[in-house]
């Protein structure tokens, strides 16, 4: 019984150090958030929050993004230039797609990192933590 109540309490202190280190991670990474979408005349405003939880300065950060139809088929490709991120700080950048209408939009796919000034691509691309908080239009990365 001793040794049942030993491995059990071994599995949960695993269990949850293992969670608080994705937590760490996720509260270190470099957060990029859809937060709002707006109809324009022949574009679609798309706004994001972008919040650097790394431990680099970003000083220009360009995603490629990959806009998809609420149907599922590819509307665009496009960069996203976030410009520079500082440390620790959020950033709100906004980006007018043209052709694209914003009721037709259903995803954005942060397809890659094209540029990130200040830290390496690769550190920057698995840093990377997409969300959003627009109903019905998820952000996969």
Known sequence: MVIRLTFAAMAFAIAAGTAQAQDRAQAQG????????????EACRLTFV??????AEITRLVIEAVL??????????????????????????????????????????????????GADPAACAAALSPASTVEGIEVAG
Request: net charge negative; hydrophobic share 45%.
């Open 68 to 117: 998809f139809t609420k149907a599922g088929q590819v509307a665009q490709f496009t960069l996203f230039d976030f410009a520079a991120l500082p440390m620790g700080r959020q950033r709100v950048r906004q980006f007018d797609v043209a052709g694209l209408a914003c009721d037709d939009l259903g995803q954005v796919l942060l397809n890659g990192v094209s540029a990130c000034d």
């Open 50 to 55: 972008a919040d650097n939880k790394t431990e």
């Open 30 to 41: 470099l957060q990029i958030s859809l937060n709002t979408l707006d109809p324009q005349p």
